[in-house]
């Protein structure tokens, strides 16, 4: 399974920014997807996902209100709507996949055996 995530860049705060994921090898409604992101010396931490049926949206507390999680099974993409940006959310961005991960481990980036590249979103104060 390849991901390709695109959509980082430079910000200033309080800014808006789109992260994309295309997913072309997955089958979402039994697939659970998230972002994570890891900042410079910081362990990967997740940002948001979306449970295996995709029935549920999960966010970490530190981007709930601010970012927004979805996905299209058309064209098997995903993406992360991030607004009021802060500096501290500047970090490299991360899709990821996996079709056995339970929801109880899903906030685990080792859940998830599928990954993309990688987009670094740079928030500027």
């Known amino acids: 399974v390849q991901l390709q995530a695109s959509g980082g860049g430079l910000v200033q705060a309080g800014g808006s920014l789109r992260l994309s994921c295309a997913a072309p090898g997955l089958t979402f409604s039994t697939t659970a997807t998230g972002w994570f992101r890891q900042a410079p010396g910081k362990e990967r931490e997740f940002v948001a996902g979306?449970?295996?049926?995709?029935?549920?949206?999960y966010y970490a507390d530190s981007v709930k209100g601010r970012f927004t999680i979805s996905r299209n099974s058309a064209d098997k993409t995903m993406s992360l709507q991030m607004a009021s940006l802060r500096p501290e959310d500047t970090a490299v961005y991360y899709c990821?996949?996996?079709?056995?991960?339970?929801?109880?481990?899903?906030?685990?980036?080792?859940?998830?055996?599928?990954w993309g590249q990688g987009t670094l979103v740079t928030v500027s104060s």
């Open positions: 990821a996949a996996s079709r056995s991960v339970i929801t109880s481990s899903l906030r685990d980036p080792r859940s998830y055996p599928h």
């Open positions: 979306f449970s295996r049926t995709g029935g549920y949206t």
